[in-house]
C-alpha cells in the first residue's frame, strides 16, 4: 500500500524554520517525482516545490524561492522541505504528493499530475 506522512509542522514566529518531513512507505523514492503543496483557508492548494528523482529536476515556486529546499534521503525514504524566514503568509496546511516517473517545468505545481497525497501537516506562522 503507498502511503505518505507528513510531519514537522508547528506553530512558530516569523522568521523561524522548520523542517517537514515526508516519509514514503510502499515504494521507493528513485522512480517518483515529489511534490510539496500547501493550501490556506479559502485558497486553493498551490504547488511550493518538487524533487523529480527521475532526472533530478528540483523548482520552488516563486513565493518560497530562496528561502525553502527541498531534499530527499533515499536510505530514510523520506524527503524534507526546509522553510526558513518563515512569514505569516506561509501558514497553511502543507502536503506531499508522490507521481510516478518524473515531472516538468510545465507541470510539476499541477495537483493533477500527481497519484498519491499525504493527509498534510499544520503550518501556523504568527507572532
Known amino acids: 500500500e503507498v502511503q505518505l506522512v507528513e510531519s514537522g509542522g508547528g506553530l512558530v514566529q516569523p522568521g523561524d524554520s522548520l523542517t517537514l518531513s515526508c516519509a514514503a512507505a510502499g515504494f521507493t523514492l528513485d522512480t517518483y517525482a515529489i511534490g510539496w503543496f500547501r493550501q490556506a483557508p479559502g485558497k486553493e492548494r498551490e504547488g511550493i516545490s518538487c524533487l523529480s528523482h527521475y532526472d533530478g529536476g528540483i523548482w520552488y515556486a516563486d513565493s518560497v524561492k530562496g528561502r525553502f529546499t527541498i531534499s530527499s534521503d533515499n536510505a530514510k525514504n523520506t524527503v524534507y522541505l526546509q522553510t526558513d524566514s518563515l512569514k505569516p503568509e506561509d501558514t497553511a496546511v502543507y502536503y506531499c504528493?508522490?507521481?510516478?516517473?518524473?515531472?516538468?517545468?510545465?507541470?510539476?505545481?499541477?495537483?493533477?499530475?500527481?497519484?498519491?497525497w499525504g493527509q498534510g501537516t499544520q503550518v501556523t506562522v504568527s507572532s
Open positions: 504528493a508522490a507521481v510516478y516517473g518524473h515531472a516538468t517545468n510545465s507541470d510539476w505545481y499541477l495537483p493533477r499530475l500527481y497519484e498519491y
